[in-house]
């Protein structure tokens, strides 16, 4: 099981971006997945959340409104829209995958809950 994220880049306040997580080793319907973010010197906190099978979604307050969580199956991948970024929204983007059987509802934002991780993607919001 594996998870590659892409898609960070430097973008100006108020710019929108795509990030996009490929997964390899499991069905992306069968697991809920999150994308997490870890600015520096700031711990890993969780961002959105996308249910398994239907695929009812959560977000931090903190990017309600200006962030939404999506999947592909055929391309095995889930992407995280983000719009009016923010410099606050500086961070290394990380995708994970929940157990099997874990929903959002139940888990998110837990760090610690998370099954697997991706290796990061670092977006930086400035002039």
């Known amino acids: 099981v594996t998870l590659v994220e892409s898609g960070g880049d430097l973008v100006n306040p108020g710019g929108s971006l795509r990030l996009s997580c490929v997964a390899s080793g499991f069905s992306l319907d069968s697991r809920s997945i999150a994308w997490f973010r870890q600015a520096p010197g700031k711990e890993r906190e969780g961002v959105s959340c996308?249910?398994?099978?239907?695929?009812?979604?959560r977000h931090a307050d903190s990017v309600k409104g200006r962030f939404t969580i999506s999947r592909d199956s055929a391309k095995k991948s889930v992407y995280l829209q983000m719009s009016k970024l923010k410099p606050e929204d500086t961070a290394v983007y990380y995708c994970?995958?929940?157990?099997?059987?874990?929903?959002?509802?139940?888990?998110?934002?837990?760090?610690?809950?998370?099954?697997?991780w991706g290796q990061g993607t670092l977006v930086t919001v400035s002039w």
């Open positions: 996308l249910n398994s099978g239907y695929g009812s979604t």
């Open positions: 994970g995958i929940y157990p099997s059987g874990r929903r959002c509802d139940d888990e998110f934002p837990l760090r610690e809950a998370v099954e697997v």
